[in-house]
């Protein structure tokens, strides 16, 4: 493999000296500056996946609700779906190289190691709104080019948008910002069908990040009658006064309980959604008398998705092959959805933290919906289950509702705008309004913190996060905490995100979850702390 023209363009993109970069949970993070010499490796790692997978794959300049000055980048397989996971290290070790010639060894590795095919592959790339995504996703199409692949610039989309078109593409599919629209409206207005028109508009805080625009559109395609929409914190000339991310968006509402930026006016009910700044994740939220802020976070999209889910299929005639519906949460779902999805009669599966985890495990059922606490997740729908739908006569109703769910409800990745459009039609469907979703069930109290220990990788957990193996003596100190706690449940886990143990409790009150975590915490401190200490 000649690797001349890699290696001269490589050099246009030096890596900064004392730069480590680590694919995270959802690909690789810094400030932006540091950034241009692993934007440009994963473009050259994608076209390699693209050969390997014989199709298209996709790369997002993005930091989803990081701050502004922040960027990053994921990564999309030719399935649409995120990187496989194995091919993490593959990023890491190209993104980790400190010179040119490593950089090319590393190639040379890659192609050995993987049987790689040569060819052209062909690297979708878009970015988010931030200053410096344009400049970033410039470095992408150069290290696309410099492994002799063909860059297709797909400008500014939100990330599961572009996973949404990569995953058209190699289905030889419409894959245009078009037809992505008309899926998710189409879809969505056969599944409302003649449910009257809601009475409120929903309220959109879109973090000042590219879902505004996006949502703009969206709505106009919708029509006001079908579901009114009122855009708030869209950012550009429409940015109410904070940057992206700033006071405003899902991450700020779910973590802090607050109103965002630009929906001061919202009155007592309103209902109101936050999407990130990326729009791969949506909360909703309304303002409760007495001025608390009450959250419908992803445990209760799931719980909606679930109602709809189940009710369709039971409609559908009797089959050999009844469809498996599972819904697939990590630990932080609050034990109070889980109780009430299982009381359901459905499978729940717990999952490591992470949309890849959830969404492969959700791949398991013929309907697998999956979502995190914070907002993250879909409905997918497995191919046996919409080959028979297809089969089913054109009158069954129950049949035609499931298709225009799976092409309304992004397949590929978690979508806040599918999302959004996902929670309304179940609401409509019902004619329930905030208070009747709400009722499902009543969370029990919880309590997050974040602990800084001197090296969060000594906290190593098992079941799915849910009970530490190390460091000696962490767990038997949260089982003791939790014993202490009527109705106690306690995980901690090193985040994959930011420098931090994450610590998560729930009781049957507030001020035993406050307590519970507190308690937890100081075992955190006092373990992990000592174990990472470095001279
Ligand atoms: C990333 C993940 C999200 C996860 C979060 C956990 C994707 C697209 N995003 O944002 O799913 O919940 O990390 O963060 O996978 P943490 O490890 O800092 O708690
Ligand atoms: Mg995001």
């Known amino acids: ?64 609700h990081n701050p502004e000055a922040d960027n990053g980048v994921k990564l999309v397989d030719p399935s649409g779906c995120m990187l496989e996971q ?58 696309v080019i410099a492994l002799g692949g063909v860059a297709i610039p797909c400008g500014l989309l939100t990330t599961p948008q572009l996973h949404w078109m990569v995953r058209q593409a190699n289905a030889s599919a419409k894959h245009d910002e078009g037809a992505y629209f008309g899926a998710l409206a189409d879809g969505f207005a056969t599944l409302v069908g003649r449910s009257p028109a809601p009475v409120q508009a929903v309220v959109v805080d879109c973090a000042n990040g590219v879902g505004g625009a996006k949502l703009r559109a969206l709505a106009e395609r919708l ?149 995190e606490a914070n907002g993250h997740g879909t409905v997918l729908f497995g191919q046996r289950l919409v080959q028979r739908l297809h089969e089913l006569p054109d009158d069954c109703e129950a049949a035609r509702d499931l298709l225009a769910l799976e092409s309304m409800v992004n397949q590929a990745v978690g979508d ?44 190593r957990t098992t079941d799915a996060e849910t009970r530490t193996v190390a460091p000696d003596g962490l767990q038997q100190a949260i089982d003791a905490a939790v014993q202490a706690a009527p109705g106690g449940r306690a995980f901690v886990r090193p985040s994959g995100t930011e420098d931090v143990v994450r610590v998560y409790a729930e009781a049957d009150t507030q001020p035993a979850a406050d307590a519970l975590a507190a308690e937890v915490m100081r075992a955190v401190h006092d373990l992990a702390g000592r174990t990472g200490a470095r001279p």
């Open 1 to 64: 493999m000649d690797t001349s023209e890699l290696k001269a363009a490589s050099a246009r993109y030096p890596k900064p000296p004392d730069l480590t970069p680590a694919y995270g949970t959802a690909g690789f993070r810094a400030l932006a500056d540091l950034l241009p010499s692993t934007v440009f490796r994963c473009g050259v790692l994608m076209v390699a996946r693209s050969l390997k997978g014989g199709g298209n794959t996709g790369l997002v300049v993005t930091a989803s």
């Open 86 to 143: 194995a091919w993490e290290s593959h990023a890491d070790r190209l993104a980790a190289a400190d010179t040119d010639e490593v950089v090319c060894a590393a190639v040379q590795e890659l192609f050995r190691t993987e049987d790689i095919p040569y060819g052209t592959g062909v690297v979708m790339v878009a970015h988010d709104t931030r200053p410096s995504a344009a400049g970033l996703a410039a470095a992408a199409v150069a290290g």
């Open 223 to 371: 029509g006001p009658q079908r579901l009114p929409l009122d855009v708030r914190n869209a950012g550009g000339a429409a940015c109410s006064g904070g940057g992206l991310n700033d006071r405003c968006g899902a991450e700020h509402v779910q973590k802090e309980r607050a109103v965002p930026i630009g929906c001061a006016d919202i009155g007592v009910g309103g209902r109101c959604a936050s999407l990130d700044g990326d729009a791969d994740r949506i909360v909703f939220w309304t303002l409760a008398d007495g001025g608390g802020m009450t959250l419908f976070d992803g445990d209760r999209i799931a719980a909606l998705a679930a109602l709809l889910v189940r009710d369709l299929l039971a409609a559908l005639p009797a089959d050999e092959h009844t469809p498996t519906v599972g819904v697939v949460q990590t630990a932080y779902a609050n034990g109070a959805s889980t109780a009430y999805l299982a009381g359901l009669g459905l499978a729940v599966v717990c999952t490591l933290t992470g949309v890849k985890h959830l969404h492969a495990a959700a791949e398991a059922f013929d309907a697998g919906i999956y979502f």
């Open 416 to 459: 806040a705008l599918s999302g959004l459009l996902l929670v309304e039609a179940v609401l409509r469907q019902r004619g329930w309004g905030l208070a009747e979703w709400g009722a499902l069930y009543t969370d029990l109290p919880s309590r997050q913190l974040k602990v800084r220990v001197r090296d969060r990788s000594v906290v």
